[in-house]
């Protein structure tokens, strides 16, 4: 019921910077709460940050300071821009919807995009 489209992965330097954006095909004021996640070879797929319909933010350890989550409702979009890159942050990055509707919670996910930190 609800589509989610990644963009803004690619290549960046160490220390560099990079905004991905994520649109939903629905209005993101009806969804529970949006959030990135992503997937390193070897590792399981880890919570980064999320957002939550009223607006209430939270981040994993290693990211925070450094990544900031946040929403544009007009645009039914979510975006994770994330500062000073590490090369520990290379991994797919996956963009996550839960919603809460006909008593039941439903979970969204989008295709993923790379995201490569190396010099």
């Known amino acids: 019921q609800v589509q989610l489209v990644e963009s803004g992965g690619g290549l960046v330097q160490p220390g560099g910077s990079l905004r991905l954006s994520c649109a939903a095909s629905r209005s993101i004021g009806s969804i529970n709460a949006m959030g990135w996640y992503r997937q390193a070879p070897g590792k399981q797929r880890e919570l980064v940050a999320a957002i939550t319909s009223g607006g209430g933010t939270n981040y994993a350890d290693s990211v925070k300071g450094r990544f900031t989550i946040s929403r544009d409702n007009a645009k039914n979009t979510v975006y994770l821009q994330m500062n000073s890159l590490k090369p520990e942050d290379t991994a797919v990055y996956y963009c996550?919807?839960?919603?809460?509707?006909?008593?039941?919670?439903?979970?969204?996910w989008g295709q993923g995009t790379q995201v490569t930190v190396s010099s």
């Open positions: 996550n919807a839960k919603q809460y509707v006909a008593a039941t919670w439903r979970d969204y």
